[in-house]
């Protein structure tokens, strides 16, 4: 029988969420243990989009330094028809952008934020990693956790967070053993040299097409080096039971009704790998004795709020504040995470799904939908407070205002 070794936190999953969560809890003077199935500590995908939810996090974890020199700082977000190349929509993100929400909205590339987090884990000296460790066997015994690997090992634990993602074995296990939900949707990505491609709008700017059933998002990375591009199209060949769907030839018949840039930019994107959408429906316990689901584990998101991530690192600083509030009580304190972030996290996942539609009618519903957009100042902001303008807990942000932050870090157009 295996030797069982004793962590005091052990996170599951070495992803965004994870590795965010366990620096959270380091900068807080705990000891965390993270276990990552894969061979290393890497993102896959291409590009990222955080929001001033998510950089209010990554500033208390220390981090700016580090985003200012790996993001890119658009200053528009433009939506545009998809079919006729009309603008729709201008969000200006420069100087009152910042100030309303104290940070900006910033784009980079996965595994650069990936990358700092672990590095700034590796500094605090609080942090280790463990790879090619495929959890197998979760088990809730009341006072504490053990999981087991594929390799025999075996690990017992106060408390284990579980960043396991959307097919967590401790939400099959332990909470709720759902099915995986899809609008049909799959998406192709990827980065290009910006060189490769025709810009269309100023070079910083984040591009949203919009169209029927499909859309394609733009945005350099890597100080404007990559040009990132997903698109994203609802399959008509969609089967519950095959993965064949959602096929490079369906993505190019689908983009072919497109303008004639967006036809060319498509040619661009990686046809190596499909990702197909997937999310779950809401549950209403993530936390059990000394065990707790985090980030996509817990509320696993469509991409079309570009939330995920965001709501992730939300969760990294909730929980940690929760673990010190209610040491050492840690039963107590994953309960105390679960019902801070509960409805949060839920309103988030659900309005994402209600994008699917925003982003996709046909016909009148999409005329509805432009009218609306046009309906609004570039730097009308209102409908954003709900989701920038709080903190990670759900809590307006200090200062005499709720949205005027007290950090001047950023206060000046990047």
Excluded at 4 to 32: D, F
Excluded at 134 to 148: H, K, N, P, R
Excluded at 236 to 261: M, N, Q, V
């Amino acid at each position: 029988m295996a030797a069982k070794t004793e962590i005091p936190v052990l996170v599951l999953g070495g992803g965004i969420g994870g590795v965010a969560t366990a620096l959270s809890m380091a900068r807080r003077g705990r000891r965390v243990h993270v276990l990552e199935k894969a061979p290393d500590v890497t993102e896959i995908g291409a590009g990222l989009q955080l929001a001033p939810n998510a950089m209010r996090v990554l500033a208390w974890l220390g981090l700016l330094e580090q985003i200012k020199s790996a993001a890119v700082f658009p200053q528009t977000l433009t939506l545009l028809d998809i079919v006729t190349a009309k603008r729709l929509k201008a969000v200006e993100l420069g100087p009152a952008f910042i100030a309303r929400y104290g940070y900006p909205y910033i784009v980079m590339h996965r595994s650069d934020l990936l990358a700092i987090l672990v590095e700034a884990c590796r500094d605090s000296g609080l942090v280790t990693f463990e790879t090619n460790k495929e959890a197998v066997v979760i088990e809730d015994l009341c006072d504490c956790a053990q999981l087991s690997c594929r390799d025999g090992s075996v690990y017992c634990t106060e408390a284990l967070i579980a960043a396991d993602g959307l097919w967590s074995l401790a939400r099959r296990t332990l909470f709720s053993d759902d099915e995986v939900q899809t609008p049909q949707y799959v998406a192709y990505r990827g980065t290009i040299p910006t060189s490769k491609i025709t810009v269309y709008a100023r070079p910083d700017d984040l591009l949203i097409w919009v169209g029927p059933e499909m859309h394609l998002v733009q945005y350099p990375v890597r100080g404007g080096n990559l040009y990132n591009q997903v698109a994203v199209f609802k399959s008509d060949r969609f089967r519950s039971d095959s993965d064949d769907w959602g096929t490079p030839e369906e993505l190019d018949r689908h983009f072919s009704t497109a303008c004639p840039y967006v036809v060319g930019a498509v040619k661009e994107v990686g046809r190596g790998r499909r990702w197909p959408l997937f999310d779950r429906n809401p549950i209403i316990h993530w936390a059990k004795n000394r065990v707790v689901l985090l980030g996509d584990a817990a509320h696993p998101m469509l991409q079309f709020l570009a939330q995920g991530a965001c709501q992730a690192l939300e969760d990294a600083s909730c929980i940690a504040g929760c673990m010190d509030r209610h040491a050492p009580d840690v039963a107590r304190a994953f309960v105390a995470f679960q019902n801070t972030r509960l409805l949060r996290a839920t309103r988030v996942q659900m309005t994402a799904r209600f994008f699917e539609h925003f982003w996709h009618p046909k016909d009148i519903g999409a005329d509805l939908r432009n009218a609306y957009l046009a309906s609004h100042a570039p730097d009308d902001y209102a409908e954003f407070d709900w989701l920038y303008g709080t903190s990670g807990d759900g809590q307006p942000r200090s200062g005499s205002n709720p949205l005027v932050f007290s950090d001047e870090t950023w206060a000046t157009p990047i």
